[in-house]
């Protein structure tokens, strides 16, 4: 009998089924990188919120309190329990929904985290993996120096003169050696450290996380944001042992020279 045709034609022959794996193969490479792409920027505009929602309630607190910022860390140099996003506990944990921005905030002023960061180490446990510029913002740094009383007070929004210039909240991170921790401070870069009236007692390392695709978000006094890239970091830290900024995308971002974007001008 003559073989079956119809039976023959069904079914694919090696050669085929070949060239749909490479057909698929193919369309997988140019796929996946899409995919990644948009599960980023997805991650990113989270983040984005995140950060508005942060920047919008510091705002709204200033409205309420004679012009100034949240305070960065009240007590810093003495019992250092308050600090811009929450209260420590008897456990030595911060709670943020005591914390002086709560109010000010949605959902009690827990939906903070960037999706792009995840750690369950560190002092400062409840920041969300932002950190918040103190100098002329979050305290009276940038005036009086790296001293007790600097931390008593916060900037004002009268004596800003060039808001759209000054970070207020940053993507960030701290680079402790065994990991990324959350940290509460914007650090700015040496040269705009030199420039203090009483420099800090302890070495202070870079702690803005550029962690979107070598972007980090920032938001500034006026309420925008931008993303800004890395200009500086370092291959050491003064701090932690085996700790490397610079290969965990934190350092800086610029200009690094100067006060711009980390400090309010001063008066001439």
């Known amino acids: 009998m003559p073989p079956d045709r119809s039976a023959r034609h069904g079914a694919f022959t090696l050669i085929e089924l070949l060239v749909v794996v490479a057909i698929v193969a193919v369309l997988a490479a140019i796929l996946f990188p899409v995919f990644a792409q948009a599960r980023a920027q997805g991650k990113r505009a989270a983040c984005l919120t995140q950060i508005r929602q942060l920047t919008l309630g510091n705002l709204m607190y200033a409205s309420e309190n004679e012009g100034s910022f949240v305070p960065a860390a009240q007590d810093h140099f003495e019992f250092d329990r308050r600090r811009w996003f929450g209260i420590r506990s008897a456990t030595g944990r911060f709670d943020q929904q005591n914390g002086p921005l709560t109010p000010y905030l949605k959902d009690g002023g827990l939906l903070r985290r960037c999706p792009e960061f995840q750690t369950r180490i560190g002092f400062d446990l409840g920041t969300g993996g932002y950190v918040y510029n103190p100098l002329g913002v979050g305290s009276l740094v940038w005036s009086l120096g790296y001293v007790a009383e600097a931390f008593h007070g916060s900037g004002r929004e009268v004596e800003i003169s060039e808001p759209a210039n000054l970070a207020m909240f940053a993507d960030g991170a701290l680079d ?55 200009t500086l970091s370092v291959s050491t830290s003064g701090v932690y042992l ?21 400090a309010p001008p001063r008066e001439p």
């Open 176 to 230: 402790v050696g065994s990991g990324l921790a959350e940290y509460a401070f914007l650090i700015a870069p040496p040269a705009v450290l030199a420039e203090l009236p009483v420099a800090p007692a302890w070495p202070l390392d870079p702690s803005v996380h550029f962690r979107h695709q070598g972007g980090a978000q920032v938001s500034f006094c006026d309420g925008h944001l931008r993303v800004l890239r890395r």
């Open 242 to 262: 085996g700790a490397n900024p610079e290969m965990r995308q934190i350092g800086w971002f610029g200009p690094t020279e100067g006060k711009t974007l980390y």
